[in-house]
């Protein structure tokens, strides 16, 4: 009786290696990939894999963010297996009920040990609805990772930059740039509320509907008309950045005006 297990990544080579490796155990059929986190819920609710491979950060609908989606629409939940190359989010991969974690590049061994601890799923018992509600109030608590990695596009090259390292962000005609003291890039993420989901909210402010600053990184504020103030920020341009009539109470708070 073969084991039916999905895939989702973002990166088709990673992708691609996980096929590879699943193909060297005998009991195991790959029935599907996703690329990201829309699909991977929509494939789980069309193709019911008994074990899903999950990627734990991708743009927009992160891997935890696909638990959530998944338990709203109660779709019944299969074994899931988070792959990531971040270790930080081991712990929050176990609060979940993650049957395993497997962190990049995947070891054969490791995941050998992975497809047994789903074995030995597949013949106990079904989780109870107790456990399922506690799922989703961890899933709804879970902490926003600290200090990741973004990808940026910039010069055409494809750049890792430390969250901390970011001065501010903003979107023009559905283009996400992201600005540090380094370099200026685009995005692959598609929104702001996307990009800032995956920053820390006590660090990163949405400002404006077109805007996100670390608070950080602010060099100035900077009176403007009729009671509203611009940001100057710590970048070589020293970007004048606006704040819009809804942010400015937190503003004033924020820095005691």
Same mark, same amino acid.
């Given at each position: 009786?073969?084991?039916?297990?999905?895939?989702?990544?973002?990166?088709?080579?990673?992708?691609?290696?996980?096929?590879?490796l699943?193909?060297?155990?005998?009991?195991?059929?790959?029935?599907?990939?996703? /690329?990201?986190?829309?699909?991977?819920?929509?494939?789980?609710?069309?193709?019911t894999?008994?074990?899903?491979?999950?990627d734990?950060?991708?743009?927009?609908?992160?891997?935890?963010?696909?638990?959530? /989606?998944?338990?709203?629409?109660?779709?019944?939940?299969?074994?899931?297996?988070?792959?990531?190359?971040?270790?930080?989010?081991?712990?929050?991969?176990?609060?979940?009920?993650?049957?395993?974690?497997?962190? /990049?590049?995947?070891?054969?061994?490791?995941?050998?040990?992975?497809?047994?601890?789903?074995?030995?799923?597949?013949?106990?018992?079904?989780?109870?609805?107790?456990?399922?509600?506690?799922?989703?109030?961890?899933?709804?608590?879970?902490?926003?990772?600290?200090?990741?990695?973004?990808?940026?596009?910039?010069?055409?090259r494809?750049?890792?930059?430390?969250?901390?390292?970011?001065?501010?962000?903003?979107?023009?005609?559905?283009?996400?740039?992201?600005?540090?003291?380094?370099?200026?890039?685009?995005?692959?993420?598609?929104?702001?509320?996307?990009?800032?989901?995956?920053?820390?909210?006590?660090?990163?402010?949405?400002?404006?509907?077109?805007?996100?600053?670390?608070?950080?990184?602010?060099?100035?504020?900077?009176?403007?008309?009729?009671?509203?103030?611009?940001?100057?920020?710590?970048?070589?341009?020293?970007?004048?950045?606006?704040?819009?009539?809804?942010?400015? =109470? =937190?503003l004033?708070?924020?820095?005691?005006?």
């Amino acid at each position: 009786m073969k084991i039916s297990a999905l895939i989702v990544d973002d990166e088709q080579p990673a992708r691609d290696e996980l096929v590879f490796l699943l193909k060297g155990i005998p009991d195991i059929e790959v029935v599907g990939q996703g /690329k990201n986190g829309v699909e991977a819920v929509n494939l789980i609710r069309e193709l019911t894999p008994q074990v899903v491979f999950l990627d734990v950060q991708m743009p927009g609908l992160d891997g935890f963010g696909v638990i959530k /989606k998944l338990l709203e629409k109660k779709v019944p939940l299969p074994f899931l297996v988070f792959a990531t190359a971040y270790d930080q989010y081991a712990v929050q991969a176990f609060e979940v009920n993650a049957i395993d974690y497997l962190l /990049k590049p995947i070891a054969r061994s490791r995941l050998e040990k992975a497809i047994a601890r789903v074995r030995r799923g597949l013949e106990s018992v079904e989780p109870t609805r107790q456990k399922l509600e506690r799922l989703v109030q961890l899933v709804e608590e879970r902490p926003v990772p600290q200090a990741s990695k973004l990808r940026v596009k910039s010069g055409g090259r494809l750049v890792l930059v430390n969250s901390d390292d970011i001065i501010y962000a903003s979107i023009e005609e559905g283009v996400i740039t992201i600005v540090s003291r380094d370099l200026e890039g685009q995005s692959n993420f598609r929104t702001v509320e996307d990009l800032q989901s995956n920053l820390d909210p006590n660090t990163f402010w949405r400002v404006h509907r077109s805007y996100l600053v670390n608070t950080n990184r602010i060099k100035e504020v900077v009176p403007w008309f009729k009671g509203s103030y611009q940001l100057k920020m710590d970048d070589r341009k020293q970007t004048e950045i606006p704040v819009s009539r809804a942010q400015t =109470r =937190r503003l004033r708070e924020l820095f005691k005006l």
